[in-house]
């Protein structure tokens, strides 16, 4: 790096003033008028009268269904993340270890390219797979027949499949990432040391492979958390979780600073659980 | 910098995105819509026959309840002309100030309306009308009737278990709360026992396979075979054995259904005033609503001479025309702030029970 | 990695069964969108109705029409700050610079249903209200971050002794830039516009928030449609994005290698 004397403070001034400007009146200051917006009782448009009220966060410690809304799709997070690493982990291992070359890159791409078509399209596909009369359905009749009714919609495994479906690219995008800048002569050293394979897989490629492993589980938890559009597509009557309530507040209930506050106390504690994990992880280097 | 972003190339560039940008925002005289989809308003034919007598174009926004309703007129204020209300909502709409009178002088068909419906007391306030008397109907609930072979007659099937995991329930806090009412035997507008209806509604979930939250969800789950039976309107029960023909069977039971009687209203600060009032003219018009029930199915006109045009088989006329029939049946009224809030609540902690 | 013929085979057996997985639904949408049912049953009945729909579905043209142009100008704009962001965190060493990276997670890290809801509150209280203006506000934001990782990677490689010759010799700094680092880190440059662009195109909950009933983009209209119900014209919109954005990345991987 090197200062360019007189202008070390104007220069990334002016260069980073206008990004920041930005967020600032996009992101920052909008999240603290949702916080602002969390303690009032009502939202000040029309003619209603508005007051300062702890009422939303008093609703939200005192209704019990709140509380469990937030643990489901907080597990719902874990679950998908889990399964995206189990799924996704190996299909990273394969493709950069065990393809070579010009077939390498080519599979890479095939792996992305579903990421360019619209997310929304695809949930709603999964339903005419899942549904009755769809795909599985009528397939599954046709190799049995009398097979009978096959109906996976409307169920939590729904919104498993896809969650899945739409975030495991992320996993394998990062996880592949992080093992091809493995070198392979440290695994050929640990191999003619005696090393077993699942020793190897364990305890060498794993833990190189670290931050992409956790890389891809935040780009996946984060998102899935706050979904809506999935467990109300794909769910049914399961489909009921933090996301599609606040989403309710906002356009069907017209509740805002309730939505506000759940939305506000969602990032806390998202914030918590990374606050957490980092120094958790710095603590096992 | 490579030649394509020579500065010709730019010119000609801006030029043609300003044109296609133009001819997006402007448009002919339009008329915007807010209402149920697959409702009457937004049927091709009607809205052509529409465009064709007056040249104006007809938009539609869509919502799948009353409260998404009320919320669009609450945060895009000025935008819309015509909006369908539920009567008893208009009152809510007309003291927040959503929506604005009606000049009655301007629709030719107006002093048509069965009396008890032109002058409803909820459409009707301080002598001035907000909302002009439409379509009636109940909700109850249909089954598919290839799986009945005897149509149930009372409400009380929605919970039996021989009826496990096949039934669907519109994602409602309302109409879910007052058809439980109804099921205990409750007044739909003031429930003596909130607890109560809270515990049946429970119950009534472990029977339930999805929600619905409109006609088209409600059309493709049948046609899927999601479900053997589900909660629904009149109107949209006939328009799905008419237009789709389905095996559709609407049940008014022995408890009695929900009532409700739908206006059609303009919004404050209206772009196309004038326009909203043709339009509404010809959805109480008789050769709309004629057409639209017998080809397509609607529920009852509050036009009675409309209504006396229908074939005498026809549900609207036969059933609905049946005071013995439709003896039980309790119309929606406007609701108290607080109990509506808990309606609400009750749904959301149901929905969210596991 | 151990190779061995059956590690081998079974390895390409799962990776093959992984990448059946992830286009089951698209590819079932593409033949759906040929299926005349109008509530998607099968069998299929071909037909290029929904297609010819489509042409004249005023709703979904104006939709698509709004994304790219909200994705064209949120482009330009997040690739311009962010590459001038990368850039000053590339050459310059100061005070507060870490704290400065840092603020650029928050747009990728906090759930967008949460960003995108405090936008419509705050743009509402302060008079902004919803609409393409502020959905091309929303979107600049949500691609800022992407644009300077993408940049910075690619400025990595990039010796900053050239540009120090180029001022050496009596350019401007302005003039060493455009004529010297810029072309340098096009590559970097150009793959983060495609980026944001693609970012743009299917950002669907910020959209959906700050959309008016006039100013939709194509995802909220799709989910809008999806939701109060609509004919399978979005089942031939979709197939037709799809394989426009597919072919637009198998074209961009030929020049751009993605593995060094």
Same mark, same amino acid.
């Given at each position: 790096?090197?200062?360019?004397?007189?202008?070390?403070?104007?220069?990334?001034?002016?260069?980073?003033?206008?990004?920041?400007?930005?967020?600032?009146?996009?992101?920052?200051?909008?999240?603290?008028?949702?916080?602002?917006?969390?303690?009032?009782?009502?939202?000040?448009?029309?003619?209603?009268?508005?007051?300062?009220?702890?009422?939303?966060?008093?609703?939200?410690?005192?209704?019990?269904?709140?509380?469990?809304?937030?643990?489901?799709?907080?597990?719902?997070?874990?679950?998908?993340?889990?399964?995206?690493?189990?799924?996704?982990?190996?299909?990273?291992?394969?493709?950069?270890?065990?393809?070579?070359?010009?077939?390498?890159?080519?599979?890479?791409?095939?792996?992305?390219?579903?990421?360019?078509?619209?997310?929304?399209?695809?949930?709603?596909?999964?339903?005419?797979?899942?549904?009755?009369?769809?795909?599985?359905?009528?397939?599954?009749?046709?190799?049995?027949?009398?097979?009978?009714?096959?109906?996976?919609?409307?169920?939590?495994?729904?919104?498993?499949?896809?969650?899945?479906?739409?975030?495991?690219?992320?996993?394998?995008?990062?996880?592949?990432?992080?093992?091809?800048?493995?070198?392979?002569?440290?695994?050929?050293?640990?191999?003619?040391?005696?090393?077993?394979?699942?020793?190897?897989?364990?305890? #060498?490629?794993?833990? #190189?492979? #670290?931050?992409?492993?956790?890389?891809?589980?935040?780009?996946?938890?984060?998102?899935?958390?706050?979904?809506?559009?999935?467990?109300?597509?794909?769910?049914?009557?399961?489909?009921?979780?933090?996301?599609?309530?606040?989403?309710?507040?906002?356009?069907?209930?017209?509740?805002?600073?309730?939505?506000?506050?759940?939305?506000?106390?969602?990032?806390?504690?998202? #914030?918590?659980?990374?606050?957490?994990?980092?120094?958790?992880?710095?603590?096992?280097? | 910098?490579?030649?394509?972003?020579?500065?010709?190339?730019?010119?000609?560039?801006?030029?043609?995105?300003?044109?296609?940008?133009?001819?997006?925002?402007?448009?002919?005289?339009?008329?915007?819509?807010?209402?149920?989809?697959? /409702?009457?308003?937004?049927?091709?034919?009607?809205?052509?026959?529409?465009?064709?007598?007056?040249?104006?174009?007809?938009?539609?926004?869509? *919502?799948?309840?009353?409260?998404?309703?009320? =919320?669009?007129?609450?945060? =895009?204020?000025?935008? /819309?002309?015509?909006?369908?209300?539920?009567?008893? *909502?208009?009152?809510?709409?007309?003291?927040?100030?959503?929506?604005?009178?009606?000049?009655?002088?301007?629709?030719?068909?107006?002093?048509?309306?069965?009396?008890?419906?032109?002058?409803?007391? !909820?459409?009707?306030? !301080?002598?001035?009308?907000?909302?002009?008397?439409?379509?009636?109907?109940?909700?109850?609930?249909?089954?598919?009737?290839?799986?009945?072979?005897?149509?149930?007659?009372?409400?009380?099937?929605?919970?039996?278990?021989? /009826?496990?995991?096949?039934?669907?329930?519109?994602?409602?806090?309302?109409?879910?709360?007052?058809?439980?009412?109804?099921?205990?035997?409750?007044?739909?507008?003031?429930?003596?026992?909130?607890?109560?209806?809270?515990?049946?509604?429970?119950?009534?979930?472990?029977?339930?396979?999805?929600?619905?939250?409109?006609?088209?969800?409600?059309?493709?789950?049948?046609?899927?075979?999601?479900?053997?039976?589900?909660? /629904?309107?009149?109107?949209?029960?006939?328009?799905?054995? =008419?237009? *789709?023909?389905?095996?559709?069977?609407?049940?008014?039971?022995?408890?009695?259904?929900?009532?409700?009687?739908?206006?059609?209203?303009?919004?404050?600060?209206?772009?196309?005033?004038?326009?909203?009032?043709?339009?509404?003219?010809?959805?109480?018009?008789?050769?709309?609503?004629?057409?639209?029930?017998?080809?397509?199915?609607?529920?009852?006109?509050?036009?009675?001479?409309?209504?006396?045009?229908?074939?005498?088989?026809?549900?609207?006329?036969?059933?609905?025309?049946?005071?013995?029939?439709?003896?039980?049946?309790?119309?929606?009224?406007?609701?108290?702030?607080?109990?509506?809030?808990?309606?609400?609540?009750?749904?959301?902690?149901?929905?969210?029970?596991? | 990695?151990?190779?061995?013929?059956?590690?081998?085979?079974?390895?390409?057996?799962?990776? %093959?069964?992984?990448?059946?997985?992830?286009?089951?639904?698209?590819?079932?949408?593409?033949?759906?969108?040929?299926?005349?049912?109008? %509530?998607?049953?099968?069998?299929?009945?071909?037909?290029?109705?929904?297609? +010819?729909?489509?042409?004249?579905?005023?709703?979904?043209?104006?939709?698509?029409?709004?994304?790219?142009?909200?994705?064209?100008?949120?482009?330009?704009?997040?690739?311009?700050?962010? @590459?001038?962001?990368?850039?000053?965190?590339?050459?310059?060493?100061?005070?507060?610079?870490?704290?400065?990276?840092?603020?650029?997670?928050?747009?990728?890290?906090?759930?967008?249903?949460?960003?995108?809801?405090?936008?419509?509150?705050?743009?509402?209280?302060?008079?902004?209200?919803?609409?393409?203006?502020?959905?091309?506000?929303?979107?600049?934001?949500?691609?800022?971050?992407?644009?300077?990782?993408? +940049?910075?990677?690619?400025?990595?490689?990039?010796?900053?002794?050239?540009?120090?010759?180029? $001022?050496?010799?009596?350019?401007?700094?302005?003039?060493? %830039?455009?004529?010297?680092?810029?072309?340098?880190?096009?590559?970097?440059?150009?793959?983060?516009?495609?980026?944001?662009?693609?970012?743009?195109?299917?950002?669907?909950?910020?959209?959906? %928030?700050?959309? @008016?009933?006039?100013?939709?983009?194509?995802?909220?209209?799709?989910? @809008?449609?999806?939701?109060?119900?609509?004919?399978?014209?979005?089942?031939?919109?979709? @197939?037709?994005?799809?394989?426009?954005?597919?072919?637009?990345?198998?074209?961009?991987?030929?020049?751009? $290698?993605?593995?060094?």
């Amino acid at each position: 790096m090197i200062k360019s004397g007189i202008n070390t403070v104007k220069g990334p001034l002016s260069l980073t003033a206008p990004t920041y400007l930005w967020l600032a009146f996009t992101v920052f200051l909008p999240l603290s008028a949702m916080f602002f917006f969390s303690f009032l009782n009502d939202a000040p448009f029309g003619n209603k009268d508005v007051s300062f009220s702890l009422e939303n966060y008093e609703a939200i410690w005192n209704k019990q269904f709140y509380q469990i809304l937030l643990l489901k799709s907080f597990r719902l997070g874990l679950e998908v993340t889990l399964l995206c690493f189990v799924i996704g982990f190996p299909c990273a291992l394969i493709l950069a270890k065990n393809i070579k070359g010009h077939w390498r890159e080519a599979i890479f791409v095939l792996i992305i390219l579903p990421f360019w078509s619209n997310a929304l399209v695809r949930i709603f596909s999964w339903t005419m797979v899942l549904r009755g009369n769809g795909i599985i359905e009528v397939m599954l009749n046709w190799i049995f027949p009398g097979y009978g009714d096959f109906s996976f919609m409307f169920t939590y495994q729904a919104i498993l499949i896809g969650l899945v479906h739409s975030y495991l690219p992320y996993m394998i995008l990062t996880c592949y990432v992080s093992i091809q800048a493995i070198d392979d002569s440290i695994l050929e050293a640990a191999r003619v040391l005696g090393a077993g394979r699942f020793m190897i897989l364990f305890k #060498l490629i794993i833990p #190189l492979s #670290l931050p992409g492993i956790a890389a891809g589980s935040v780009l996946i938890f984060i998102p899935v958390v706050g979904s809506f559009m999935e467990p109300r597509i794909l769910g049914g009557r399961e489909g009921t979780f933090i996301g599609t309530i606040i989403e309710d507040q906002f356009t069907r209930v017209f509740n805002w600073p309730l939505g506000a506050a759940l939305s506000f106390l969602m990032l806390f504690i998202i #914030l918590m659980i990374i606050i957490l994990s980092n120094s958790l992880s710095k603590r096992l280097r | 910098m490579k030649s394509i972003l020579g500065s010709m190339s730019i010119r000609s560039l801006i030029m043609s995105l300003i044109m296609i940008i133009s001819s997006v925002i402007i448009h002919a005289a339009e008329v915007r819509v807010l209402n149920w989809q697959g /409702y009457g308003t937004d049927e091709k034919w009607a809205v052509e026959a529409f465009t064709n007598k007056t040249g104006i174009e007809v938009v539609h926004d869509y *919502f799948n309840s009353e409260q998404e309703m009320l =919320t669009k007129l609450r945060t =895009t204020p000025g935008y /819309y002309d015509v909006v369908l209300i539920n009567s008893a *909502f208009t009152g809510q709409a007309q003291s927040e100030g959503l929506i604005s009178a009606v000049d009655s002088s301007k629709i030719e068909n107006f002093n048509d309306l069965s009396p008890g419906m032109g002058g409803n007391p !909820n459409l009707v306030m !301080n002598g001035k009308v907000y909302g002009v008397a439409w379509v009636w109907g109940v909700t109850s609930f249909a089954v598919d009737s290839t799986r009945f072979s005897n149509i149930p007659d009372s409400i009380e099937v929605l919970w039996d278990k021989k /009826y496990a995991g096949k039934v669907s329930v519109r994602d409602d806090a309302v109409e879910a709360v007052q058809l439980t009412a109804i099921a205990l035997g409750q007044d739909i507008n003031n429930p003596s026992d909130l607890n109560a209806i809270k515990n049946k509604l429970m119950s009534l979930k472990s029977q339930v396979r999805t929600y619905w939250s409109s006609e088209d969800e409600w059309n493709q789950f049948f046609s899927a075979d999601e479900f053997d039976l589900a909660t /629904y309107w009149s109107g949209s029960a006939s328009r799905s054995k =008419t237009a *789709f023909k389905l095996p559709v069977e609407f049940v008014i039971p022995k408890e009695g259904a929900i009532g409700w009687l739908d206006g059609l209203s303009v919004a404050t600060n209206a772009p196309n005033s004038s326009g909203a009032h043709k339009f509404i003219d010809w959805m109480i018009d008789p050769d709309f609503y004629v057409k639209w029930d017998t080809e397509v199915g609607a529920p009852a006109s509050a036009n009675a001479k409309a209504n006396s045009m229908l074939p005498s088989s026809a549900f609207n006329r036969a059933v609905l025309g049946n005071p013995q029939k439709v003896s039980k049946v309790q119309f929606m009224g406007p609701m108290d702030d607080k109990i509506r809030e808990e309606m609400l609540e009750i749904w959301q902690e149901v929905k969210a029970s596991q | 990695m151990i190779h061995s013929k059956s590690t081998d085979l079974y390895s390409k057996i799962y990776l %093959f069964s992984i990448i059946i997985f992830l286009y089951l639904p698209i590819l079932v949408m593409i033949l759906m969108s040929f299926n005349s049912s109008k %509530f998607y049953q099968l069998p299929i009945d071909w037909t290029f109705d929904w297609y +010819v729909e489509l042409a004249g579905n005023k709703k979904l043209l104006k939709a698509g029409m709004n994304s790219l142009i909200i994705a064209f100008v949120s482009t330009i704009i997040s690739t311009v700050l962010g @590459t001038c962001a990368a850039y000053a965190f590339f050459r310059f060493d100061f005070r507060g610079k870490r704290i400065l990276q840092i603020l650029l997670l928050p747009p990728i890290t906090i759930p967008w249903l949460i960003i995108g809801t405090s936008m419509l509150i705050f743009f509402f209280w302060v008079g902004i209200g919803r609409g393409i203006f502020p959905m091309i506000l929303g979107h600049v934001a949500l691609s800022i971050p992407y644009v300077v990782i993408v +940049v910075s990677a690619r400025m990595k490689s990039f010796d900053i002794a050239l540009e120090e010759s180029a $001022r050496s010799l009596g350019a401007t700094p302005l003039q060493a %830039f455009f004529k010297v680092t810029l072309p340098w880190i096009f590559p970097g440059f150009f793959a983060a516009g495609l980026f944001a662009f693609a970012v743009s195109l299917d950002q669907f909950v910020i959209s959906y %928030f700050l959309a @008016t009933p006039g100013e939709r983009t194509l995802p909220v209209e799709i989910y @809008t449609a999806i939701r109060k119900g609509f004919t399978p014209e979005i089942n031939a919109i979709s @197939t037709i994005i799809i394989l426009v954005s597919m072919s637009i990345l198998l074209v961009v991987s030929r020049y751009h $290698r993605f593995n060094r």
